[in-house]
């Protein structure tokens, strides 16, 4: 009769290190999924932050479901008829395989981009997500209820480790090795095996747990009910506020710098790091430190943004992230030292993973409707603050004891948007700004100005940080060229010169404020690619170079890459890329596909002009890549600011056939500059860490 403890025991290890291998492949998956999807569909929404946003967006939604799910199962069910449901819901998810999106779901133009991308993530991958959403909870509980593992919370650390190794693995080994085709097929194989675990350690437990007649169920809903309403707010509060703070900081990092799966999963591995160093100890959380290293990130560089200081990519990056990590250590270490009994574990995730989709909800959908501008990160810095001075009053007895819960709540939330919904009113009714408008492709404003050098009036478009295109209010002046396309720039050389002697065919991808249409001559046809109506709006509404161009104007909504691959070929004999969002690639605009599909619209002694000045990174590499594959001649062209009135400092690229066109095009007062070492891209695969200076 003694072996039977010790075989009792050993099943006990067998099952709990079965549950943990399980709980952490499905965390892996889970957060695996996340960039290879967004990455996958990200050309097909012309390469917006918001993408990323959106998609955030419905992934916390997914978890949210997945852990209410959990909670649901252990409140209504038998543990046994737990196992028997769950396990018939894996082996029907595999029926959604593969998670790779056809062509069928790319947009034709019109349609909403975040609802679509909603249906698109929901169709593809909403099931085996929200499945693996559901796992970690549910084997935590299954445990606790089987009485195999009396600490199920130090799991939860587990599970955040194998999201952040899956984060931090994407970047450095899944992309740069794996197209994302390969990608995604690789993901459904592994989902396969994940559910081959989850199956095994069901029948294991299944096998091994006792019928009981009732379940602990009634116990835990009378728990549930004493449970006090501001102690679920706390839960919720300090579980939606990070969230914000991810996806605002990720919006911020990825505006002016690039829409890159390294932007979006270094922020997010942080988000995961705070709940794996909270939940595995108190000894990691330090609430006085924290919030002073918090406190001086943000106050640095608040100030660097309102003196608009030109500040290096790692030194901007650093506080970014440094507040993001302090900021959701605070409100995590608070979350868990608020955590109930294993009882509530279900219900206690189900509260957080509530606040996070909230969080999700607000900066993807409520946000954008909400602000002309991007205020989220002050909104949640503010909102940060208050949480910091709320931690210190607890041991206040008249804040802590005679302040009630809702007034807390309402200072919490109330102050926060009030001081941005003025600052965002304020902001769009300035005597500089003529219209402030906001949409999934970022902010858009007319702004009036001066010429550093004339003195003359000037009405400026501005995307975010960035001025898109410039107009002298002088009648005079008025259709004169300015910023990146004056004469002396690449796109004016070859605009100017380039079969100057007859009738054209230019396309444009990227609008601004149609300055170049100001090169027409009679009997030109110019056709502009525009994906965001908001330009297309403003550039009718506040700027005449479209209205009074001499030439015939086409402008096309829709994402010009998905465009030019519907359109028979237009023959251009000039073709300007002129996409970019600051210092923001689109990289989809930038592969050999894409090459491939603007030799198909091109003359053969046709000119290919593509503007890429940037701050942080090397596309003359990338463009030489796009040049040696299909034996294209290649020219650099620096434009410098100090050579017409209203220029601005770019540097563009001309692409022809023949040494001869870009060299006619470029005329006598231009060297021939080299282009610089080729770095290929494909659709499949590309990588900007090649391409940093």
């Not at 525009?530 to 994402?559: C, H, Q, W």
């Amino acid at each position: 009769m003694e072996p039977a403890p010790v075989n009792s025991d050993i099943l006990k290890r067998f099952t709990f290190f079965l549950f943990a291998a399980t709980i952490f492949v499905s965390a892996f998956l889970l957060f695996q999924v996340q960039p290879i999807m967004a990455k996958y569909i990200l050309p097909w929404f012309g390469g917006s932050p918001s993408v990323w946003t959106t998609c955030m967006l419905v992934f916390q939604v997914l978890l949210f479901g997945g852990y209410a799910y959990a909670h649901a199962l252990n409140r209504v069910m038998s543990l046994a008829n737990q196992i028997i449901l769950h396990a018939i819901l894996l082996v029907l998810a595999l029926c959604t395989l593969p998670i790779t999106p056809t062509p069928d779901w790319k947009p034709l133009g019109a349609e909403s981009p975040t609802w679509m991308i909603m249906m698109l993530l929901v169709c593809k991958v909403g099931a085996p997500y929200f499945l693996l959403s559901s796992t970690g909870p549910l084997l935590q509980s299954w445990l606790g209820q089987s009485k195999t593992y009396e600490q199920p919370y130090r799991l939860y650390s587990l599970s955040n480790l194998g999201s952040m190794l899956a984060l931090l693995s994407f970047p450095f080994l899944i992309e740069p090795m794996l197209s994302s085709t390969q990608q995604s097929t690789l993901w459904s194989l592994a989902f396969v095996v994940y559910v081959g675990l989850c199956l095994i350690s069901a029948l294991v437990l299944y096998r091994s747990i006792e019928t009981k007649p009732l379940s602990n169920m009634a116990v835990d809903a009378v728990v549930r009910e004493s449970l006090p309403r501001s102690t679920v707010g706390a839960w919720f509060a300090l579980s939606m506020l990070p969230s914000v703070m991810l996806l605002a900081t990720t919006n911020q990092v990825c505006l002016d710098t690039g829409v890159i799966p390294f932007l979006w999963v270094i922020p997010l591995a942080i988000y995961l790091l705070s709940f794996i160093l909270t939940f595995d100890s108190e000894r990691w959380y330090s609430r006085r430190p924290l919030i002073m290293l918090a406190m001086s990130s943000f106050l640095v560089l608040y100030l660097l943004k309102m003196l608009e200081t030109k500040t290096p990519l790692s030194v901007e990056l650093a506080l970014y992230f440094s507040g993001l990590f302090c900021a959701c250590m605070v409100c995590h270490g608070e979350l868990v030292g608020r955590k109930p009994h294993a009882s509530r574990l279900t219900f206690f995730y189900m509260t957080m993973s509530a606040g996070g989709a909230c969080g999700g909800i607000f900066v993807g959908l409520i946000a954008p409707v909400l602000f002309n501008g991007y205020f989220e990160w002050q909104l949640g810095l503010f909102a940060c603050i208050l949480v910091f001075f709320e931690t210190y009053l607890q041991s206040n007895s008249v804040w802590s004891k005679q302040v009630p819960s809702w007034a807390k709540a309402a200072l919490a939330v109330g102050l926060p948007i009030v001081a941005v919904s003025w600052f965002s009113f304020w902001d769009s009714h300035s005597n500089k700004h003529l219209t402030v408008n906001r949409n999934f492709y970022g902010v858009l404003s007319v702004a009036a100005g001066l010429d550093e050098k004339t003195g003359e009036p000037l009405r400026n478009l501005v995307h975010g940080r960035i001025v898109h295109g410039s107009q002298f209010q002088n009648i005079h002046l008025e259709q004169q060229p300015t910023t990146y396309y004056t004469p002396s720039s690449g796109a004016g050389l070859a605009l100017l010169n380039h079969e100057s002697d007859r009738e054209r065919h230019v396309g444009v991808v990227g609008l601004g404020a149609g300055t170049l249409a100001s090169y027409g001559k009679p009997g030109d046809r110019y056709r502009f690619y525009e994906i965001n109506p908001l330009v297309i709006e403003m550039a009718n509404d506040y700027f005449t170079f479209l209205k009074e161009s001499r030439a015939t104007i086409d402008v096309v909504l829709g994402d010009a890459r998905l465009t030019l691959e519907r359109e028979p070929s237009q023959a251009f004999d000039v073709l300007v890329l002129d996409a970019f969002s600051g210092d923001a690639i689109p990289i989809h605009l930038l592969t050999r596909e894409a090459m491939g599909l603007y030799v198909r619209h091109l003359k053969p002694d046709g000119v290919i002009a593509i503007h890429i000045s940037n701050l942080y990174f090397d596309l003359q590499s990338i463009v030489a890549g796009l040049a040696l594959d299909d034996s294209f001649a290649a020219s650099v062209v620096k434009n410098d600011e100090e050579l017409n009135s209203a220029a601005l400092e770019s540097t563009w690229v001309l692409l022809s056939r023949h040494r001869e066109t870009i060299q006619n095009a470029i005329g006598q007062t231009q060297a021939v500059l080299p282009i610089g070492t080729p770095i290929q891209w494909t659709d499949d695969r590309s990588n900007l860490f090649e391409a940093l200076r």
